[in-house]
């Protein structure tokens, strides 16, 4: 972080001349300013509802001018935040003038406690510098109080996981059927059918489950509710059939490792059509085969692949009806700055029907700005925004119209953060199978019939969906491909 030297506050008949401040600590005072605002927006996004808008989305707006340290001091004070209120509650130093600045106070306070020694020009520098010493008192005393002597046990204290947090096992009804599992779990824990999810099971907080045999044996695995939304808002039917061709058809889990909602897909489908199961990293491969074969699922294929590369005209690929893309969260990086990567598409996937975009992301960098981003592109495709688990009160931030459509779990009051957008296309926008590519093998009869369908529906051209529209979904994710999970 660019910060600067210490200099300490003026003081006599130098202070009341107000003296120039040098660009050092011009840059610190401002840098503190610009990290407060960013910190107000950051925390009232947490109090409306968590993550109204990314820090970086925050720090990349045009005012903020020293973006990096700015960054770097709100993701510090942040991150020490819990002890910073409540050294300041200890000390109890706060009059009501600095009450109303309280992220300047929470960010100079960082900066005095555990920051580096940096200018302090600025009365809320110079009000809490003079405290100083009651600041550090006040956090050698919560050290005492907390029974731990290093600030990183603090740290470690607070961030505690949540012990509330309920137990989540998904039935693979590939295995065992649901009513089975709670049969056999009940033995040991008081178990409960989730009220949404269906085949999830919700059983008490701290529940380890890791050594139980229906975990071991696969008939259930162990897999949040949130998680477990995500193939069942895609929605893959059992012997879902090719819309005009009565032929199973096969659905591609994009970013398939370590293969949770590959073997939830494969499960809802009962064992029938195709997972097309797509994995980039060689070492998650391993993880993505060995989920595989614990589900005991025998209509999934692993492929072994970056599937921007995969041609949708192969064989393999020529008959997915529906597409889950569940990539890597990055956390970094901003929309507008990768927009320059979007690739037009030569390629088509006319029978795509359902898409579903989801991640473990809070950010609406990465969630809503992403969708919003791609939507004029898949409405030229004919897609729209659909409502997955529409009895679910949270949905998305209200930064583009059909936000209302998107859903979100917030990890705070659900334990577990997630972002789903389900794509729909509109009936009557699936290209006729007569002019996909896999046709040849129709007889010329059927071939003949299905080429008398209107002529505007022949006329319907759709750009690729493994091309420009994943790409789109891809490169709006900042550093995708450098963050691997
Ligand atoms: C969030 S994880 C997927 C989790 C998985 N859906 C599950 O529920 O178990 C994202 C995965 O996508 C993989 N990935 C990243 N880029 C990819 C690409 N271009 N093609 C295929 N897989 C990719 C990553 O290696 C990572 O394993």
Known sequence: ??????????SGAAEKKKPRMSNAERSAYFSRREAAKVLRSVLQGDAHRRAVASIKSLVYSPSIKNKKATFALVCQTLKHLPIIKDVLEGANILNSRWKRQVELVYIITYDILFGQEISFVGDAEKFLLQRKVSLQSALARLLVRKKMKRIEDLLDHYQTPDVSKPRYVRVNTLKLD??????????????????????????????????????????????????????????????????????????????????????????????????????????????????????GACNIEVFHSDFLSLDPKDPPYSKVRAILLDPSCSGSGTVAERLDHLLPSHAAVPQVERIVYSTCSIHQIENEDVVKSILPLAASHGFRLATPFPQWHRRGLPVLEGFEHLLRTDPVEDKEGFFIALFIREEGSVIHPSLSPDSSHLSLVERTKRKNLSKKEARIILPTLFGGMFKMFLYSKPSFRVNLK
């Open 178 to 295: 649901v009513d089975s599992a709670l049969i056999e779990l009940r033995k040991q824990y008081m178990v409960e059918k989730d009220d949404l999810v269906p085949d999830l099971l919700k059983l008490p907080p701290k529940c380890d489950l890791h050594d139980h045999p229906l975990v071991m044996n696969g008939s259930v695995f162990m897999q949040g509710k949130a998680s477990s939304m995500v193939a069942a808002a895609l929605d893959p039917e059992p012997g879902w059939e090719h819309a005009y061709f009565h032929i199973s058809v096969k659905v591609l889990d994009a970013c398939a490792a370590p293969g949770n909602k590959t073997v939830h897909l494969a499960a809802l489908m009962r064992g029938k059509g195709k997972v097309i199961a797509c994995e980039l990293n060689k070492e998650r491969m391993k993880r993505l085969a060995d989920t595989v074969r614990l589900s």
């Open 1 to 10: 972080m660019a910060r600067f030297k210490a200099k300490q506050p003026s």
